[in-house]
């Protein structure tokens, strides 16, 4: 099963910030105001036309800013909006937040972990080693930063993610025992919770607290894939063909869907899922090739391999379902007789 990032489920993090700097929690417009932004991201004139309220704070605003170029694909420009908080000593929560949708986006951040305030920096070059999958050099990291600051429960979350991957199960009940006594009710948390499950194979405790977050919400793909890997490890098909009819995204989905199809034996709705993607990013002619192997149609199937071969070459399974079925075919016809 693919890792589970944590740091991109840009809403969470954002009141997570939002929950532990006094001056924003005090300020309820912050909240709708980033929640009209999230709606529109993409009104250029929000960059040079924000509310007093949030251009009195220096930091926040650019944290605004930089979100905003992201969205619209600016990259160069939201790097000087990150840059504008170190030239001007704001080494903040904001800061973090700028660097956490930065590591979302792609961009090259390594050089920006590297801060004075230690604490932070040890926080950012721990994220960079998550997104490398080198979870035992941060781990190494958090371990040297034991002091209580404004982001302890942010320090704590990524120890628990380490931890997870790291398989040290004991560390990993105690930091999630504290960490629901601190916020009970971060989705985050809970869908951290439903991996660690998944990963422990408790499918049942897993998609009970999978299946009370917000699975259909953009922003929360992580917990609808996650969702729907339970269902069919646990063959709940039908359970997983209606999530997904429901709340189709993109081609991925569709292509997950025709294979749902395909596995309880509907195979034209199948087809028709498969006829819908693109075969160079799916490999459609490969199921369509399983497909009517099912059916018995030996040349149609090893025509829609050898298609796929095309695409594919350097699969091996490929390679072998097409001698396999070259023979049968030649058994077929006589030729071995």
């Not at 937040?97 to 920006?112: D, H, Q, S, T, W």
């Not at 399974?317 to 007789?337: D, V």
């Amino acid at each position: 099963m693919k890792n589970i990032l944590i740091l991109n489920e840009n809403e969470e993090l954002f009141y997570f910030i939002l929950n532990i700097t006094k001056s924003l929690k005090s300020n309820p417009k912050i909240g709708k105001y980033w929640e009209n932004l999230k709606k529109n991201p993409d009104i250029s004139d929000k960059l040079f036309n924000m509310p007093d309220f949030i251009t009195i704070n220096e930091s926040l605003s650019n944290f605004i800013q930089f979100y905003i170029c992201l969205r619209q694909k600016q990259f160069n420009k939201a790097i000087l909006y990150l840059e504008n908080q170190i030239n001007n000593n704001k080494i903040d929560e904001f800061y973090v937040l700028m660097f956490l949708y930065g590591v979302g986006a792609n961009l090259e951040l390594e050089a920006y972990a590297d801060v004075d305030d230690y604490y932070i920096s040890s926080l950012l070059k721990t994220v960079i080693n998550i997104k490398k999958s080198n979870f035992k050099e941060g781990y190494r990291l958090l371990g040297k930063v034991d002091t209580i600051n404004r982001l302890y429960y942010f320090k704590e979350l990524l120890y628990l993610h380490t931890s997870i991957e790291l398989e040290l199960y004991q560390e990993v009940e105690n930091i999630f025992n504290e960490l629901f006594l601190l916020n009970k009710d971060n989705n985050i948390l809970k869908l951290l919770l439903a991996y660690y499950k998944t990963r422990n194979h408790d499918y049942y405790s897993a998609q009970k607290i999978l299946e009370s977050l917000p699975y259909r919400e953009n922003g929360f793909d992580k917990a609808m894939d996650l969702l729907l890997f339970v269902l069919i490890e646990t063959k709940q098909f039908d359970k997983a063909i209606q999530i997904l009819k429901n709340s189709i995204r993109n081609e991925k989905d569709i292509f997950t869907l025709g294979k749902l199809y395909h596995a309880i034996g509907l195979l034209n709705d199948a087809m028709d899922c498969y006829n819908s993607v693109d075969e160079y990013n799916f490999e459609v002619n490969k199921q369509k090739g399983l497909l009517y192997f099912q059916l018995g149609e030996i040349s149609v199937a090893l025509e829609h391999f050898k298609k796929e071969s095309e695409i594919r070459f350097n699969d091996i399974e490929i390679q072998k379902m097409i001698k396999y079925l070259e023979l049968k075919q030649r058994w077929k016809s006589g030729i071995f007789t």
